[in-house]
């Protein structure tokens, strides 16, 4: 167990839905981060939030959004769902302070859509 | 982010050491190199990251030339648990940036 949590593990939906993939960082992390794996593209960053602010945007489309909540979970929602968003999506926290030990990343959303 | 090199892949017998090599020529001076590995599906994992020292702990070890252009991760005694795709990634050592994967380095422990 790596301290942070994903949920749900598996979701299969069908194409024109919206889902909402949770996060929840390690205790004492600051720092959310979302990833996308495919098959073909190889791990991409999508978005990075600090302490409910987002800080930096990568390869993320405008049909998904994010964002971080006070308790410091974090939500990725994907909506008008497409054939080609079925990936691993991750997430992974970073600790605030003290050395910088890289980033501890959970198990992974495995979304289909259909 | 300076951009690094590694082989697609490698292999290497249960019980011997794997070297995996990267290539990072155009690191700068405050730029870290770090080492993920992603074992099939799973999430990628925090191995080891230095400056220009070599390190070390109980995952691995990491040697960095003196000239900081190339680095290589070793295992000591790769088990097949070890089977894994390696990321060699450079960045600041600061914990609001982002880490950048490239294709890594697919390992192979072969029994």
């Known amino acids: 167990d790596s301290g942070v949590t994903q949920t749900p593990k598996h979701l299969i939906t069908a194409t024109g839905q919206r889902v909402t993939l949770r996060c929840s960082p390690r205790?004492?992390?600051?720092?959310v981060y979302w990833y996308q794996q495919s098959l073909d593209q190889g791990l991409q960053f999508l978005i990075h939030?600090?302490?409910?602010?987002?800080?930096a945007k990568g390869n993320i489309l405008e049909r998904f959004s994010a964002q971080q909540f006070p308790d410091l979970h974090s939500e990725l929602n994907l909506s008008s769902l497409e054939l080609g968003d079925s990936a691993l999506y991750f997430c992974?926290?970073?600790?605030?302070?003290?050395?910088?030990?890289?980033?501890?990343f959970g198990s992974g959303t495995r979304l289909t859509v259909v | 982010d300076a951009k690094t090199t590694q082989p697609p892949s490698m292999d290497c017998a249960e019980g011997r050491a794997a070297n995996l090599p990267c290539n990072h020529s155009?690191?700068?001076?405050?730029?870290?190199v770090y080492w993920y590995r992603q074992i099939h599906s799973q999430g990628p994992q925090y191995i080891i990251h230095?400056?220009?020292n070599n390190e070390t702990n109980e995952m691995a070890s990491l040697i960095i030339t003196e000239d900081r252009k190339s680095s290589t991760l070793i295992l000591p005694h790769a088990t097949l648990r070890d089977t894994a795709v390696y990321y060699c990634?450079?960045?600041?050592?600061?914990?609001?940036?982002?880490?950048?994967f490239g294709p890594g380095t697919r390992l192979s422990v072969l029994p």
């Open positions: 992974a926290s970073s600790a605030r302070t003290g050395g910088d030990y890289g980033y501890t």
């Open positions: 205790s004492g992390d600051l720092s």
């Open positions: 939030y600090y302490n409910g602010e987002e800080r």
């Open positions: 155009t690191i700068s001076g405050n730029e870290y």
């Open positions: 230095g400056l220009k």
């Open positions: 990634i450079v960045r600041v050592a600061n914990y609001g940036q982002n880490f950048v």
